[in-house]
């Protein structure tokens, strides 16, 4: 059986598994850039997303013989880079502050989440938005980006973190309500309601 980048994750791994090894190829290509912005949204910088990034295919490509099927295969890789993020955040923990540059590549992905008639104007409050989200705890910042810009079920997040639902809800409006008041404080009240 030929596959692709539209075969199902299974018929994929089966095919790794078999020996293929095109077939990691497919997976990268399918998953790297959900991936890298699940990783660049927690941990700011483009190079240590990118290097992130690489790290959690790697460990993919070692750990997919002991991959059991019982969660998706995005979940799996999901629950690594946020790993991978929250180890990277807390080894660098004085790194991630509100100076971090962020650059307009990063807050253009934001742009995706909210509509506005100037785009300028636009990029300032994406901005303030990424440096509201560098204020949360990482536990906070990783549940807000699975379930804003992810758009997660509390069930698939809980699964990923391994969490309890509703431990996650509770991170989620105390994130919502920090950013909030990062941008009430920046006159920006009503951006994310």
Do not use: C
Not at 92 to 107: A, L, Q, S
Not at 129 to 140: K, M, T
């Amino acid at each position: 059986m030929e596959i692709n980048i539209q075969s199902e994750d299974k018929d994929i791994i089966n095919s790794f598994l078999e020996g293929n090894e095109s077939a990691f190829n497919i997976i990268v290509l399918k998953y790297q850039k959900r991936v890298y912005w699940t990783i660049r949204r927690m941990v700011i910088d483009h190079d240590d997303a990118d290097d992130l990034t690489q790290e959690v295919f790697v460990k993919l490509y070692s750990s997919l013989k002991d991959f059991r099927g019982e969660s998706q295969l995005f979940t799996y890789l999901y629950k690594m880079s946020v790993n991978y993020s929250l180890n990277h955040i807390k080894k660098n923990k004085n790194r991630f502050t509100k100076e971090t540059p962020i650059d307009n590549d990063f807050t253009e992905t934001y742009s995706e989440q909210f509509e506005s008639d100037n785009e300028m104007e636009l990029k300032d409050k994406n901005k303030l938005i990424a440096e509201a989200i560098l204020e949360l705890p990482e536990q906070q910042r990783a549940v807000f980006n699975l379930r804003f810009y992810e758009e997660m079920t509390y069930e698939e997040i809980a699964a990923v973190l391994n969490k309890s639902v509703g431990g996650l809800k509770a991170n989620y409006f105390h994130a919502f309500k920090k950013i909030q008041t990062y941008l009430k404080d920046k006159k920006l009240k009503g951006f994310i309601d």
